[in-house]
């Protein structure tokens, strides 16, 4: 390559260069580019997410697709259905109609669309705010089989079931149910009612077909659910022996906001084939797989419970809670979504049947228990050590007291003086114990004076002989008050997950079973809020008034010192807490806390009365001079020593 060509070459690179220096796109032309570039990847994502939701409601409806090719024939319209769901394809097609199953209690909604039910609306209750109370609502949940039948995947919940009648509403009567005794099975037994049955039938051609029974009969909580399969065995493919059944429900509000409440107590409940019963976490998300038989699945709220029930068992179960946080719009109106996926068990035979029941209703202890298969221990009365107390002493006389008195505040007071007043020998020992300690204040103060705090061992040996020569016993006052403590804390389960209380107002409380509010403000201030919450609970209020005013009633009773100054200290601080805490929790609690303060209040001004102090010191001082009692231990260590010739100190 000679010299003129290299030039040539270089004149042409540099002409390029500047012509593409003079023709390059100024700084608002590369913005216009950048934003026409933007706005067309926007159109885009807009037209896939479009795209995406037409094709989730076409595989939604089983029509879906069909009717958005508007150009396809009724042949190739029938072909794709037949492709789409084979056996099944002649159930693709149809309209949506309800027919509501209906008792005394409640009204199921039942849609030939899927066969299932669709919505459980709770007669005898409201919503916190007036309305129906609706356990789950028909497009905010799923219901229905999934399973592989020739290689194509069925839900059920998208085709079309034929129902046994054409009647808009099928309902059981039977005899006036007195209040309280609602979805009793003993009642039901005594004097039955009607039971009303609908049937809803998938067909598959040639004789087969899945067909969902459900039963409902006069006042009970329960309806009867059978599956029924014939001719499955040679539709559905043998690759597991179970069939899927998918029951999901996204969870609306009942009660009014609290965290201290419904979302407190709110979860899913299951139970092991002959084993215990056992729950996810509540206030947020979690789930679980249970690979072994499975009784039921209980999808629970604070006070009211939507249970799949297996007259046998489940093969297993997957179970999950998807919970809304507070930034979450939905959280408005909804607790959570609950999701589960229940093994049905399936042996391929050409006719079997899977029998279940659900339970729609409320979470009263008893109403729970008849049917005894622990459903009643979806409601929660507190830890091992306080259950009893609930069961067998707190919800009894709550219960018996409940047939004669209609208002629950009345109830109350009525269980606070029954309980106050049966502890009250626990109290009045508690009483003396305190005042033989203030008797032997005197001697205390020397024992201090003779000893300082270096030597603490020294003073605290004299202090027990002390103790021991006058016959008093340092935790006679304390033990009394531990044996009380099972019944303070099944109080503080009891009242707000009792049902009872629901909705029942007293006083200026409307509602016994969540915080009575006489403040209240919209606007979040940091800290405050998020442990009062937006309001001040007057019952609260007058609980923790109660509790200071007694502990300087009963502090006037205790011997001084700058140890019991430090406990009298923290007994004052401990009121103010339990304000904090219990401002969001049951009114109905707070009432009974301040109830039990005035009581105990009156009971320590009644001993008082009937207690002679300076009685008690004579009769210490006469101890004093008796010789001291040793105990058999001590009688057995000391012959033991003398065996051994050893000398045993004074």
């Known amino acids: 390559?000679?010299?003129?060509?290299?030039?040539?070459?270089?004149?042409?690179?540099?002409?390029?260069?500047?012509?593409?220096?003079?023709?390059?796109?100024?700084?608002?032309?590369?913005?216009?580019?950048?934003h026409r570039k933007d706005s067309i990847e926007q159109v885009q994502r807009q037209m896939a997410i479009e795209q995406q939701q037409r094709e989730a409601e076409a595989a939604k409806s089983p029509m879906g697709a069909?009717?958005?090719?508007?150009?396809?024939?009724?042949?190739?319209?029938?072909?794709?259905?037949?492709?789409r769901f084979g056996a099944f394809a002649a159930a693709a097609k149809g309209e949506e109609q309800f027919t509501t199953l209906e008792n005394n209690l409640m009204k199921v909604t039942l849609s030939n669309k899927g066969g299932r039910i669709y919505s459980v609306e709770l007669k005898g209750y409201k919503r916190f705010n007036g309305e129906p109370l609706v356990l789950f609502e028909g497009d905010k949940s799923d219901f229905g089989m999934e399973f592989f039948a020739a290689n194509r995947n069925i839900a059920t919940e998208q085709l079309f079931f034929v129902p046994s009648t054409s009647e808009a509403v099928?309902?059981?009567?039977?005899?006036?149910?007195?209040?309280?005794?609602?979805g009793k099975e003993k009642v039901n037994e005594e004097n039955p009612g009607q039971t009303k049955n609908i049937s809803m039938k998938l067909n598959a051609?040639?004789?087969?077909y899945i067909e969902y029974r459900y039963a409902i009969k006069h006042n009970s909580f329960m309806?009867?659910?059978?599956?029924?399969?014939?001719?499955?065995?040679?539709?559905?493919?043998?690759?597991?022996?179970?069939?899927?059944?998918?029951?999901?429900v996204q969870m609306p509000r009942q009660e009014q906001r609290s965290k201290w409440g419904e979302d407190r107590y709110s979860t899913i409940y299951y139970k092991y084939d002959e084993d215990e019963v056992d729950k996810l976490t509540t206030s947020k998300s979690g789930s679980e797989s249970l690979k072994t038989k499975v009784k039921w699945v209980d999808f629970k709220q604070l006070f009211f419970s939507s249970t799949l029930i297996a007259d046998e068992a489940f093969a297993n179960a997957d179970v999950k809670t998807i919970w809304f946080d507070e930034k979450d719009p939905r959280s408005e109106k909804y607790l959570a979504r609950y999701e589960s996926n229940i093994g049905i068990p399936f042996s391929y035979r050409p006719s079997e049947s899977?029998?279940?029941?659900?339970?729609?209703?409320?979470?009263?202890?008893?109403?729970?228990?008849?049917?005894?298969?622990?459903l009643q221990n979806v409601v929660n009365l507190g830890y091992a050590i306080v259950r009893p107390v609930s069961k067998y002493v707190v919800i009894p006389i709550f219960n018996w007291l409940r047939r004669f008195i209609s208002n629950f505040g009345v109830i109350i007071i009525i269980l606070t003086l029954i309980i106050k007043f049966a502890l009250y020998p626990l109290t009045y020992k508690s009483y003396i114990a305190q005042a033989k300690m203030k008797a032997l204040k005197p001697e205390i103060d020397e024992i201090n004076a003779k000893y300082p705090q270096e030597k603490a061992m020294e003073r605290q040996q004299a202090t027990m002989a002390l103790y021991k020569k006058a016959?008093?016993?340092?935790?006679?006052?304390?033990?009394?008050?531990?044996?009380?403590?099972?019944?303070?804390?099944?109080?503080?389960?009891?009242?707000?997950?009792?049902?009872?209380?629901?909705?029942q107002g007293f006083l200026w409380a409307h509602d016994l079973s969540t915080y009575d509010s006489i403040i209240s403000w919209q606007q979040e201030i940091p800290f405050l809020s998020s442990i009062l919450g937006n309001h001040i609970s007057l019952f609260t209020v007058l609980m923790t008034i109660t509790s200071v005013f007694y502990t300087k009633v009963s502090s006037a009773n205790q011997a001084g010192g700058q140890q019991m100054a430090g406990m009298k200290t923290m007994m004052y601080m401990m009121p103010v807490v339990f304000f904090f805490v219990l401002n969001n929790y049951s009114s109905g609690l707070s009432f009974y806390y301040f109830?039990?303060?005035?009581?105990?209040?009156?009971?320590?001004?009644?001993?008082?009365?009937?207690?002679?102090?300076?009685?008690?010191?004579?009769?210490l001082q006469a101890n004093k001079k008796k010789p001291v009692k040793k105990s058999k231990f001590q009688q057995r260590l000391e012959e033991m020593a003398k065996q051994k010739g050893m000398q045993m100190p004074k």
């Open 1 to 34: 390559m000679d010299r003129n060509t290299l030039t040539g070459i270089a004149l042409i690179f540099l002409v390029l260069i500047g012509f593409s220096y003079l023709n390059r796109p100024s700084k608002e032309q590369l913005e216009a580019a950048k």
């Open 66 to 83: 069909v009717e958005n090719n508007s150009t396809a024939t009724a042949e190739e319209a029938e072909k794709e259905l037949v492709d």
């Open 170 to 182: 099928v309902k059981a009567t039977g005899p006036e149910v007195r209040k309280g005794d609602e």
């Open 205 to 208: 051609g040639d004789g087969k």
């Open 223 to 248: 309806i009867d659910f059978d599956v029924n399969m014939v001719g499955m065995n040679d539709v559905i493919s043998s690759n597991a022996d179970f069939i899927n059944f998918k029951w999901n």
């Open 354 to 374: 899977a029998n279940m029941q659900f339970y729609f209703g409320p979470n009263h202890y008893y109403t729970l228990k008849q049917y005894g298969i622990d």
């Open 471 to 503: 016959g008093v016993n340092p935790m006679g006052g304390c033990l009394p008050m531990v044996l009380q403590m099972p019944i303070l804390f099944s109080m503080f389960f009891f009242f707000p997950t009792s049902i009872e209380l629901r909705q």
């Open 595 to 619: 109830l039990a303060n005035l009581i105990t209040i009156g009971q320590t001004y009644l001993s008082r009365r009937f207690v002679d102090e300076e009685k008690i010191r004579a009769q």
